[in-house]
């Protein structure tokens, strides 16, 4: 069995995947969201038995707020939690981004950094299975390969080492200074702009394709340029979690994880929010997926971005299926029968309280 949880996290991610037989015994957390969602994080694994608090691995995709920020509260700043082993954590620090690794004994990510997450990091494993330097992959090589405990394999599909060097300069003067306050509450320059704050107007298939075709600036946030962008493959099932990755990015990494045909996902959770400066046409196409996975309450960005969402249902190669962590204002837009109907799709809300799971068997069945 293979799960994915897309827990509530405000406009960010805190993704629990669990898998292994016969009782899916192996876990894994993806960010932990803001920092008051990573006190509701560390709170749920505290709720585990002491003997259940064993993760494989903890991966930080990148220095965003809504993705570190829980972290930060829900782990290295927390009480201790009895019992909790984590054999690895994947996270690019900043001496990944000048083409360093971590020492044992230096102060790896400079006094800002070290203030709140840095001692923590020196007492995990931190990037083990890369040497301690950076989780990347390189544009002319194979993806890495990662293999974990009870059969699950990760590929890295991002980022490449020209992204993290690209965030170097942003991290000394903007992210940084963020830490050092001990706030992380400023939205970093580069992100999309608010989207809309009214439904649009889907009369037929025709205003929907427009609605796709809308032009659009690409993401040139270099913090989001440095996500973590994972392939999940366990049992002859995939998952993409991509972070908030560039579309270019994940393309790229898509080709070279499938070179010959459109990469086979049963899960595709998706860049940045569901944000239409990260889901192009082309990553739509470039992809065979049944589940298309969207992490976030609206706040801030009022993500998911209709024009996304109109690009997933006009160039998905199977019926769509949009499975959104919980309800929020913009998304309940799209449970519209009419809609539903007139465009052939499907859609699933998680809880307020647990967000969305989603399960499936080896056989690749389904159940929410």
């Not at 931190?126 to 090589?141: C, E, I, L, M, Y």
């Not at 890295?156 to 200074?177: H, S, Y």
């Not at 205003?207 to 993401?219: F, G, I, K, S």
Request: aromatic share 6%; net charge negative.
């Amino acid at each position: 069995m293979l799960s994915v949880t897309l827990l509530p996290a405000r406009q960010g991610d805190a993704i629990w995947v669990r898998w292994g037989e016969p009782d899916a015994s192996h876990q894994l957390l993806i960010d932990m969201g803001t920092e008051e969602v990573g006190r509701q994080v560390g709170a749920r694994i505290l709720d585990l038995d002491e003997s259940q608090r064993v993760f494989d691995l903890l991966v930080v995709t990148h220095v965003d707020r809504d993705h570190i920020g829980g972290v930060l509260t829900g782990l290295a700043e927390a009480d201790p939690i009895p019992g909790l082993a984590i054999r690895d954590v994947w996270f690019n620090g900043y001496p990944h981004l000048t083409g360093g690794a971590v020492q044992t004994g230096l102060e790896p990510m400079g006094p800002a950094q070290g203030e709140r997450l840095g001692a923590w990091l020196k007492s995990q494993p931190w990037n083990r299975a890369f040497q301690g330097r950076a989780v990347v992959r390189a544009p002319d090589k194979a993806p890495p390969q990662v293999p974990l405990d009870g059969g699950l394999t990760l590929t890295v599909l991002g980022p490449t080492p020209a992204r993290l060097a690209a965030l170097e300069p942003v991290w000394r003067d903007e992210v940084a200074e963020a830490l050092r306050k001990g706030t992380l509450t400023s939205v970093p320059p580069g992100l999309a702009p608010m989207g809309p704050k009214v439904p649009p107007v889907l009369e037929d298939r025709e205003d929907l394709h427009q609605l796709a075709a809308t032009h659009t600036v690409p993401d040139d946030s270099e913090a989001n340029g440095s996500s973590i962008a994972l392939l999940l493959q366990y049992e002859g099932l995939a998952l993409l979690l991509a972070g908030d990755a560039f579309a270019g990015d994940l393309l790229e990494g898509i080709a070279a994880a499938s070179p010959t045909e459109p990469l086979r996902l049963d899960g595709f959770k998706l860049p940045h929010h569901c944000s239409q400066r990260n889901v192009l046409r082309e990553l739509v196409e470039a992809v065979d997926c049944e589940q298309w996975l969207v992490s976030t309450d609206g706040t801030q960005l009022r993500h998911p971005d209709p024009v996304a969402l109109a690009r997933i249902i006009s160039h998905s190669r199977r019926p769509t299926r949009l499975a959104f962590n919980v309800s929020s204002e913009y998304n309940g837009y799209w449970a519209n029968d009419a809609w539903r109907a007139r465009f052939n799709y499907e859609t699933t809300y998680g809880e307020p309280e647990g967000g969305l799971t989603i399960a499936w068997d080896t056989a690749g069945h389904v159940a929410r």
